[in-house]
């Protein structure tokens, strides 16, 4: 019987023609699944959209320009904050002043030459300022201890108490209130320019910024201050880029009541009656942020 199967499968597969394609594919069907199971997921993957959207987020990350057009602004700001961070925690530093007084004597212009020097900490400061005009030389030398005072003028010749300090005297809050009077005002990026290991702020009296007294007071009190206030004033800040210290500041004043200035302030009666004064200062720290001893006069008793 088994001789008879095959014989009749044979003689049908050669009258019946359609039966024979159909049994030969059945071979190639089962050849194709004896791929192995690594070759199945395989084929499953070559249709998969992942490679087509992996190249989607690519254009999305070209906006540089607009990053690019931000950057100066933000970058303007922030060298103005780190600055004011810095400043104001700074309460030690010695400085220098100079500076000059130009008067205008009917036409005739009288330079005065300025100068101070002094050191601050949080514990005391101590500080001598000097004008010259025509050889006559002024000064007047200020102590400050705690809550203590003493002070000594070209006229004296020793430390007396006083209620006020002299004019040309730091304290140890100057750099902040520099820093308040300025750095808090905004700036377009043309008045902040940086160069190797410097960033400078300049500020006018077309600018936002409101008062210059830290910087005036250098020059007279705080009630002569809000009396003579200057008409129009420039201020340049010079900051070290490295740690965002002040480290020089220069200014630029111009008073209309400027011989009643000097004469008031200074003590030059003869200088009362002229014109306007024009004042430059250029002011230079050094030591900041040092620990220093400061050895504090004592007034005669």
Not at 223 to 236: C, D
Request: hydrophobic fraction near 35%.
């Amino acid at each position: 019987m088994m001789f008879t199967i095959p014989g009749c499968f044979l003689v049908e597969s050669e009258n019946r023609e359609p039966i024979t394609p159909t049994q030969e594919p059945t071979p190639v069907v089962v050849i194709v699944p004896v791929a192995t199971p690594e070759d199945k997921h395989s084929v499953a993957l070559r249709p998969s959209p992942t490679s087509i959207s992996t190249s989607v987020p690519i254009p999305t990350v070209t906006p540089v320009n607009f990053r690019e057009i931000l950057e100066p602004e933000v970058e303007d700001k922030t060298l103005q904050e780190k600055t004011f961070d810095s400043v104001s925690k700074i309460n030690s530093f010695k400085y220098i002043l100079e500076g000059i007084a130009r008067v205008d004597a009917g036409g005739i212009l009288i330079g005065v030459p300025l100068s101070a020097s002094g050191a601050v900490t949080s514990f005391a400061s101590l500080s001598k300022f000097e004008a010259n005009l025509l050889g006559i030389g002024l000064y007047v030398e200020s102590a400050k201890s705690g809550d203590n005072i003493y002070t000594r003028e070209s006229s004296l010749q020793e430390w007396e108490d006083s209620q006020n300090l002299g004019i040309g005297h730091i304290s140890d809050d100057f750099l902040k209130a520099v820093g308040d009077s300025f750095l808090k005002s905004d700036l377009s990026g043309r008045d902040i320019l940086t160069t190797q290991g410097k960033i400078t702020f300049l500020f006018n009296d077309s600018g936002p910024i409101g008062s210059v007294t830290p910087l005036f007071e250098l020059i007279a009190t705080e009630e002569e201050a809000r009396r003579f206030s200057p008409e129009k004033w420039e201020v340049i800040l010079e900051v070290d880029s490295d740690n965002y210290e002040i480290s020089k500041i220069t200014s630029e004043f111009s008073l209309s009541n400027g011989g009643q200035f000097l004469s008031e302030v200074f003590g030059m009666e003869g200088l009362s009656g002229v014109g306007s004064t024009d004042v430059e200062l250029v002011i230079r720290f050094s030591q900041v942020g040092e620990d220093f001893p400061i050895v504090i006069p004592q007034p005669a008793r």
